[in-house]
């Protein structure tokens, strides 16, 4: 990690560049992502679904001068540095580093000569990993971070984006105080440490790097993985010898019937699970099969390690209770508001919006000041968007989410975001995206899309245009797109509403829903 980042000192970083990250989880990931902790430099960590659309609009939001990417996004930096739509959120980018590659792709190799927006008016310097260590081999770093952080409170550690409380993808930015807050928080138990860890969250997730750095914090070994159909992790965890797991709803049945035969799971001590809803049964289930651990998580890209069961293993084992968060984490403070008066705080055992403040939460939203203010109070409270209550023992139950944003499975879909770019398309007027439950993926999204006057425009054809330009589409099964051929008497501002389709439009809807997509 040290011989990496000083081989980027030897390509000239200065304390004035941001690192783009946009790989799938692989070793050299992990050693780039400590190099750049080790140098104090801000890092912006690109979820590796995201296609040439999204990856421009955080490229141009957080300035980012060098781009770590693994060979699986090519075809996106591609198009971005292809495309006129996207060449100018590029423009800056002066360094780029090829994860997983013997050479450096001839495209990427030809950027030499795409001139960037820099006062030296540099070319773009192309390297492999292994080439970048070699340039650090026998250096070290006289002190870590290699430059100076004046302002802890301050300085920015990474940006992670997500939709907040409105749906619409904003720059979380956590600085070096937040992060390592949020880090000491996360510890597990000691009774924990040096077990084997399997990690399928990407590394280009809040999650993901904050499960990564509390793992090898508590001298865990970890099993870096993509993203992967339970069958294939309990292979790995079979093989490997894994204690830990960390999983989503659709895991749960196999685990709680224990439908994977030939293979020993028996090694299997310390459950996480969280998103989904996961029925209590199952969870009681998988407890007693494996004798292990049970810690449900729960946070958000703003605040991550308030409560948790960690500290109290009777809570995750002999008194489990299914949807029990735990208790308050050392340094934070929660209240619950009523959801019709933010001024009144509720006592235990009533039901309101949950509310955060501590050292863990959030700067800032990048250069979305509204935004901002919305999310987080002149006190500090930071307002998640969920729903809930504590009990008489202090200890968090979620029982809502207020959030527009749609999860499925791992992926995080943002209905504003979405809208944003269908609105964008010649033909089309007006559009609402809701999510549809389901009982172990968590919600498909569902567009209603109002056409313009004279337009013609099929389901199938927006489909394929919005798959092939929001490319995290391409992981979702379902993405479903009803047409509303005229406007109904509710939409009196111009805008599909999720409630405001007439009763005959509605039924046409509904009629199409029974038929094409209860088959799943």
């Known amino acids: 990690m ?30 780039a992502w400590f190099a750049a902790a080790y140098l104090g430099l801000p890092m912006n960590s690109v979820p590796p679904a995201l296609g040439p659309y999204e990856f421009s609009i955080q490229a141009a939001e957080t ?32 360094l780029i580093v090829q994860f997983e590659s013997p050479a450096v792709d001839p495209f990427i190799s030809g950027l030499a000569s795409f001139t960037t927006t820099t006062t030296t008016n540099n070319k773009v310097v192309a390297k492999t990993t292994p080439e970048v260590a070699a340039l650090g081999a026998g250096k070290t770093l006289a002190t870590v971070p290699h430059f100076p952080v ?25 600085s070096q105080r ?70 989503t709803a659709n895991a749960a049945p196999g685990l709680a019937s224990g439908q994977y035969p030939g293979l020993d799971l028996s090694c299997l001590k310390v459950f996480r699970y969280g998103g989904a809803k996961i029925a209590a049964h199952q969870l009681e289930t ?12 729960y946070g958000s890209t703003e605040f991550l390690g308030h409560v948790s069961n960690f500290h109290n293993p009777a809570a995750a084992r002999a008194d489990f209770k299914a949807g029990n968060l735990g208790d308050l984490l050392p340094n934070v403070q929660m209240k619950i508001i009523d ?29 979305n000041e509204e935004e901002t203010k919305m999310a987080k109070d002149k006190e500090g409270w930071y307002r998640t ?66 056409l313009k006057e004279s337009c013609f425009l099929t389901e199938e054809q927006l489909l394929q245009n919005v798959k092939g330009r929001l490319i995290y589409f391409q992981n979702l099964m379902y993405f479903l797109i009803y047409l509303c051929l005229q406007k109904t008497s509710d939409q009196t501002n111009g805008s599909v509403e999720a409630c405001g389709l007439s009763t005959a439009c509605h039924a046409l809807q509904l009629e199409k829903w029974i038929e094409n997509t209860l088959k799943i």
């Open 385 to 450: 968007g969920d729903v809930g209550f504590y009990n008489s023992d202090g200890c968090l139950f979620i029982t809502d989410r207020i959030k527009e944003m749609i999860k499925y499975k791992l992926y995080s879909v943002f209905p504003a975001f979405v809208e944003e770019y269908i609105t964008r398309l010649s033909e089309i007027e007006s559009v609402c995206v809701v999510g549809v439950p389901h009982k172990t993926e968590g919600y498909y999204p569902r567009a209603y899309v109002l």
């Open 150 to 174: 004046t302002d802890l409170e301050r300085s920015t550690f990474a940006i992670f984006y997500t939709s907040g409380t409105s749906g619409k993808a904003k720059g979380v930015v956590h």
């Open 63 to 94: 300035a980012g001068t060098v781009l770590l990417f693994g060979p699986s996004k090519l075809s996106v930096v591609q198009r971005v540095f292809t495309s006129e739509e996207y060449q100018g959120s590029v423009r800056q980018i002066r």
């Open 178 to 247: 937040t992060f390592l807050a949020m880090l000491i928080n996360f510890r597990q138990p000691t009774e924990h440490e040096g077990q084997r860890l399997v990690l399928p969250f990407p590394l280009g997730h809040i999650s993901g790097s904050l499960f990564l750095t509390a793992a090898l914090d508590r001298r865990m070994t970890v099993l870096l993985t993509r993203v992967l159909p339970p069958e294939a992790i309990m292979r790995l965890i079979d093989r490997h010898r894994v204690q830990q797991y960390t999983f």
């Open 339 to 367: 959801l019709n008066d933010s001024t009144c705080n509720l006592p235990a055992n009533e039901t309101g919006e949950i509310c955060f403040r501590g050292p863990p939460c959030f700067v800032e939203y990048l250069k």
């Open 2 to 31: 040290e011989q990496f980042a000083a081989g980027l000192l030897e390509l000239g970083l200065s304390s004035t560049d941001l690192i783009l990250f946009f790989s799938d989880n692989n070793h050299e990931y992990t050693v």
């Open 286 to 297: 998988i407890r007693r099969r494996y004798d292990a651990h049970m810690y449900e998580m």
